[in-house]
């Protein structure tokens, strides 16, 4: 069965330093990947997507993804971050006409 | 676009009794809509998929007598939690796929904002 793996269930940086949210995704033959956040009492808001085409991703908020076949992974980046970046962020996974499967989260702090 | 709301956002219900969860999707047609489950600090739990028109499929380990799931429309899905007990306190997230490829959104689930359950 297809796993979504995301190292680090916390992270923090200090506001203005580099993001980096890690994922790997399990299965043989690339999924379609997705990198979600969401805010404390909110669903969750896709911030970009991966299916076909450019490994590098660009999604709202100054995020960016880069899908990496070679090490099954899909990390989630911002040059600069912002208090506003607290939050839980979600990689999932989702092979064609199959559900999607999410990794367990990871909860960024933003550190004045 | 690709909006899709809950309502409630919040109830509080007695033990025993039922509660009705509305997902809508506001400006796409949803072929698909999903239920989840999160408990705090956790991820996702798939309760079960529904497409218009058909019965239900639960994830294993849900009750489908419990958990009724109604999806009676393109841009309406129902959940009813039938007599609720405290256990069933939980965040309930719905999402809903497009199925015409056109917009190039069918591979993406959009969520709703959340519904927060309380049984007391």
């Known amino acids: 069965a297809q796993s979504v793996t995301q190292l680090g269930s916390h992270v923090s940086v200090s506001e203005g330093a580099l993001v980096l949210l890690r994922c790997n995704y399990s299965s043989s033959v690339p999924p379609y990947l997705f990198w979600y956040v969401q805010y404390p009492n909110q669903g969750l808001q896709l911030l970009l997507k991966y299916t076909t085409g450019a490994t590098l991703v660009k999604g709202i908020n100054g995020f960016e993804a880069e899908f990496k076949k070679s090490e099954t992974s899909f990390h989630l980046t911002k040059p600069s971050a912002h208090m506003s970046d607290a939050a839980e962020y979600f990689c999932?996974?989702?092979?064609?006409?199959?559900?999607?499967?999410f990794g367990p989260g990871t909860r960024l702090s933003v550190l004045p | 676009g690709a909006v899709v709301s809950q309502h409630p956002s919040w109830v509080i219900c007695k033990s025993g009794t039922s509660v009705k969860i509305e997902c809508r999707s506001l400006d796409f047609q949803a072929t698909t809509m999903f239920w989840y489950r999160q408990f705090p600090k956790q991820s996702l739990m798939l309760m079960a998929t529904?497409?218009?028109?058909?019965?239900?499929?639960?994830e294993q380990g849900v009750e489908k007598d419990k958990f009724l799931i109604n999806h009676a429309s393109l841009t309406l899905s129902t959940l009813t939690v039938t007599s609720a007990h405290p256990e069933d306190s939980s965040f309930y997230i719905c999402?809903?796929?497009?199925?015409?490829?056109?917009?190039?959104?069918?591979?993406?689930?959009?969520f709703g904002p959340g519904t927060r359950l309380t049984v007391l």
């Open positions: 529904s497409n218009e028109g058909s019965k239900a499929t639960y």
């Open positions: 999932a996974a989702r092979k064609q006409g199959q559900n999607f499967v």
């Open positions: 999402s809903a796929s497009e199925g015409a490829r056109l917009t190039g959104r069918a591979d993406t689930q959009y």
